[in-house]
């Protein structure tokens, strides 16, 4: 079941998600893949990055009507994998916004 955590900024939510990851082993290198958005304001910006290699992690920008802004993460594949998604203050427009300064790399 995914968790929800709602938090006042953009920063804290983003730091929440990035700690949430590490304390279950996801590690920031050179091993990862660029996520590229394929639906709404998102579609063809950056919108995140996941593990290339095992253990599997991803974080993702989002936004839908019902979460409004938020990051999702997740740690591990399968039915076993966590899942959580940290919500923040902001509308679609601020999501469109972010988005068009993330042109995938």
Known sequence: MEQIVRLG???????????????????????????????????????GTSASQRPFWRIRLDYDPEKFAHFNVEF???PGREKTTFCFPGSEQLIEKLARKRAPR
Do not use: D, M, Y
């Open 76 to 78: 591990g594949r399968g």
């Open 9 to 47: 900024s953009i920063e804290q939510a983003r730091n929440a998600a990035i700690r949430w990851l590490e304390e279950r082993g996801a590690t920031f290198g050179p091993h990862r893949k660029i996520a590229v958005g394929r639906l709404g304001v998102l579609e063809g910006a950056e919108v």
